[in-house]
């Protein structure tokens, strides 16, 4: 592959920053920002990862270097730096230190707009992984079952409100998470921060979200906006052992993976649905990858605490895969896992699975938290065996087509990258 | 003849129970590991890594009566434990671990790492009590600063073309 370099012949310099990047990951945005990393130096761009460790705070900053395919910076903060000023300025201190030509500014909450500030004389992108941008009190946007409808760029007083009643709790007990931590961090309560969210976008070159939802969500900054999905690896890689299910052989299997216990996730709503089929048919099972061994029922049961290998080994075994997700999904990797391994999905058509998935050629979408429309859909899987194979052939080609990770890199990140640099 | 390392593993309504089981059993593969497990947990998961179980826990979600506790206390006493394992670093468990009565007692948190509870019931009360004056004081200062300041008009209406129940959500 030939390397990515500036007019002067020397190669594009990239500092990523992360305030909450973990490896082993944490969550879907490490692996996100992983593979990207891992796919832009391979494409010949000489980049580096900073990554703030918070001392005394859990699943922030805690990175095996060793194991990491590039260069990586853990930058100590010490507790009594635990100020916005001075957290900010060691950060953009170890990014100088490294004169990058661009700045990727990756995961990141309350804290990212005040760094995006300190950074502006570099050509800055800015990666968002849910609705962090959008939504003051959590990254989901999601209040009592529903997806909310307000956005604290349009009605910051509302969403600061909301935000202060939900952390409540977090901030009498003086326990944190990193939302609150960083809430707290960046004053975000407070009138001027609205004011610097505002100007952090203006300084961003780009705003790179995943799902076109997304992007209509920002309608003052659609030229910089751009809609990146995310990704698999290229291959199958072979999976694990299948794990312990006491599943009958002749069922089928529905098989939810991801963070189930999650309410956002929509389990109540597949098992309100599994009731209604019963009713029906005898001939399924639904298997979600909850974490508490305890959730089972008639028709219904968990795996306990998967690997990523043992998921893959239950794919396989899977007769489809269903994402019920309640919130706007941002992407739905698990739906592009699925397809991966030729399970067709039956999705809520919201957020990015709408763009992942095909209705009726690599499944079918259902209308979000409609149990009747999700009866409809499974009911229509389960009687076809031949429609089932069809949807699963198609999903693979859609995945190798658009979203294995070289593919990412190469028709969206290194494009961007190269329209940026000077 | 040396005797074998004896692990207490307390239950916890959490993400890594399972994880942490798995990854004991692959740490100490000769120790006798005990899970202290609610009434209905599937213990055939544990017996598959050869770990015992003690179902004394009440379920997820239903309350623990005094006398529950104590026969807890009592059952974890009784194990005599070199190493007792909580999943959490609450004060609860902290408090537990103090008078489980093990030589070691070790956190295994959600992320995989290991620490070790440290802190002394008493310290343990200081840090609690300092922790909720200092997060009630926090609390009321941006309590007042929410409820009596607004954001400035002119950084809103910056915006146009907006979405929002003014408008059309997405």
């Given at each position: 592959m030939r390397d990515k370099q500036k007019q002067n012949g020397m190669p594009i310099r990239l500092a990523c920053v992360d305030l909450l990047f973990c490896w082993p990951p944490q969550g879907g945005a490490d692996v996100d920002v992983f593979h990207v990393l891992e796919g832009l130096r391979r494409s010949g761009i000489d980049l580096k990862l900073f990554v703030p460790h918070f001392e005394g705070v859990t699943g922030r900053g805690v990175v095996d270097i060793s194991v990491l395919p590039f260069s990586c910076s853990v930058i100590p903060i010490v507790q009594r730096e635990y100020q916005a000023d001075k957290i900010i300025g060691k950060i953009c201190g170890a990014v100088d230190a490294w004169k990058p030509d661009i700045v990727f500014l990756a995961h990141g909450y309350g804290l990212k707009p005040l760094l995006a500030l300190a950074l502006r004389k570099y050509p800055l992108i800015s990666r968002y992984y849910a609705h962090e941008l959008l939504c003051a009190r959590d990254a989901y946007r999601f209040k009592d079952g529903e997806p909310c409808p307000y956005n604290y760029l349009d009605h910051p007083d509302h969403c600061r409100r909301c935000a202060f009643t939900t952390l409540a709790p977090e901030i009498k007990s003086g326990r944190w998470h990193a939302w609150s931590q960083e809430y707290l961090l960046a004053n975000a309560y407070d009138t001027r921060y609205h004011c610097a969210v505002l100007e952090a976008l203006d300084v961003m070159s780009a705003i790179v979200v995943y799902n076109t939802a997304l992007k209509e969500a920002l309608p003052s900054y659609k030229d910089k906006v751009r809609v990146i999905p995310g990704g698999v690896s290229p291959v199958a890689e072979s999976s694990g052992p299948l794990p312990q299910i006491s599943v009958d052989s002749d069922k089928k299997l529905l098989f939810m993976p991801g963070r189930v216990e999650d309410p956002a996730k929509g389990l109540s709503l597949l098992i309100e649905a599994g009731a209604r089929l019963l009713a029906r048919r005898n001939d399924f099972h639904i298997l979600a990858t909850h974490f508490d061994p305890m959730w089972r029922g008639p028709f219904f049961s968990s795996t306990g605490w998967l690997s990523h290998d043992q998921v893959r080994a239950l794919y396989e075994r899977a007769d489809i895969c269903v994402v019920p997700s309640l919130w706007q999904e941002p992407f739905g990797l698990v739906a592009v896992e699925a397809m991966m391994a030729g399970v067709p999905v039956c999705a809520a058509d919201c957020g990015g699975l709408h763009d992942i998935v095909l209705h009726g050629e690599t499944g079918l979408l259902f209308s979000r938290s409609d149990v009747d429309s999700l009866v409809y859909c499974l009911n229509r899987l389960l009687d076809d065996d031949a429609l089932r194979r069809g949807m699963g052939t198609s999903g693979r080609q859609r995945v190798l087509s658009h979203y294995i990770w070289d593919t990412v890199i190469d028709s969206h990140y290194l494009p961007l990258i190269e329209s940026l640099v000077p | 003849m040396t005797q074998r390392t004896r692990i207490g593993l307390f239950y916890s309504y959490g993400p890594h129970f399972i994880k942490t089981v798995r990854s004991l059993r692959e740490t100490h593969p000769q120790a006798d590991i005990t899970a202290f497990v609610p009434e209905h947990f599937p213990v055939e998961l544990l017996s598959g890594l050869n770990i015992s179980s003690q179902p004394l826990?009440?379920?997820?979600?239903?309350?623990?009566?005094?006398?529950?506790?104590?026969?807890?206390?009592?059952?974890?006493?009784?194990?005599?434990?070199?190493?007792?394992?909580?999943?959490?670093?609450?004060?609860?468990?902290?408090?537990?671990?103090?008078?489980?009565?093990?030589?070691?007692?070790?956190?295994?948190?959600?992320?995989?790492?290991?620490?070790?509870?440290?802190?002394?019931?008493?310290?343990?009360?200081?840090?609690?009590a300092v922790n909720t004056v200092v997060g009630h004081w926090r609390y009321a200062r941006i309590w007042i600063h929410v409820r009596c300041t607004r954001v400035h008009a002119r950084t809103t209406e910056r915006r146009s073309n907006t979405t929002g129940p003014d408008n059309e959500p997405y």
């Open positions: - | 826990l009440p379920d997820t979600g239903r309350g623990r009566a005094i006398k529950k506790v104590v026969t807890i206390i009592r059952a974890i006493r009784k194990e005599h434990l070199d190493i007792f394992v909580v999943l959490f670093n609450s004060p609860r468990l902290q408090l537990l671990s103090t008078i489980s009565g093990a030589k070691e007692r070790r956190c295994r948190l959600v992320d995989g790492r290991e620490l070790p509870v440290r802190l002394t019931l008493l310290s343990g009360i200081y840090h609690t």
